[in-house]
């Protein structure tokens, strides 16, 4: 990346599941000092706000899957936003939960199909997200949004994806909570999936690495999807997702370094924050010290914190 302009675009979804509280993340990044810390790394930053969500029918309390029709406004209102947001620089969207991704995701892949460059999806998450709104059992759409990106049916009532990512330029890193369903699924595509066994035998830098060689091969554009989830709940309590045996705070540095190193990132979500389950910010600040270091500050520039 070679442009310095970092644009934040808020995104308060709190539809894609069940647990409230996501739609006060982009005011805690905000509070978390991410603006200024971009800042001191020589950015143009510019806060473009929140986005809202299209006009849409009410979701009758109890229905499933949950939320559904103010979940397929916010994909509507954040395709808009993330496609004209790519032509302005770098743009970090604040979650807000998951499902805020298949609208993200899907503005990017329409602005990389008009630069004819192909787009690459990388996915720090503990799971898939590879549920349908037919598959869910939960009725949580913030566990569709890679389905939906990538073209699959049984998103009745969304938008149609116009560009889909082909499933071999996305890559899941951190994976430890996938039901059989989703196992089947995605074991049927080419998705390149990393879970933490995987992590444990191999490091985190070598299918990263590999994944990385491929977006250069091809100059793809890069877009990072980064789940509080994927990191430790011991490091990242702030989320109603938690699942043990998640990334260290090393590791998750080392993925934010390699991916500022690469050049190649374009876009990025910091996700599924919920402020009410956090201990005095500190997973909104690690969040924003991992977008700060995949913008370009290194592990020796860290502040020391006191909680």
Known sequence: MTDRSCLLVGAPVDSGKQRRGCLMGPDAYRTAGLSESLT????????????????????????????????????????????????????????????????????VANYAARQDRPLFVLWLDAHTDFHTPQTTDSGNLHGTPVAYFSGLDGFDGFPPVQNPVPQENICMIGLRSVDAAERRAIQATDIRTHDMRDIDENGIARPLAAFLK?????????????????????????????????????????????LHDSGLLSSMDLVELNPFLDERGRTANLMVDLAASALGRRVFDRPTRSF
Do not use: C
């Open 40 to 107: 001191d790394l020589g950015y143009d930053v510019r806060d473009l706000g929140n986005v809202a969500p299209t006009t849409h029918a009410d979701d009758p309390a109890g229905t499933m899957p949950h939320k559904l029709n103010e979940t397929i406004a916010w994909t509507e209102s954040l395709t808009k936003a993330a496609e004209a947001a790519m032509s302005q620089g770098l743009p970090i969207f604040l979650g807000g939960d998951h499902s805020l991704a298949a609208g993200t995701v899907s503005g």
């Open 214 to 258: 491929d977006v250069a091969a091809q100059n793809g554009l890069l877009h990072a999807s980064l789940d509080v989830d994927f990191l430790d709940p011991s490091v990242a309590p702030a989320v109603g997702t938690t699942v043990p045996g998640g990334a260290t705070v090393r590791e998750a540095h080392l993925v934010m370094e390699m």
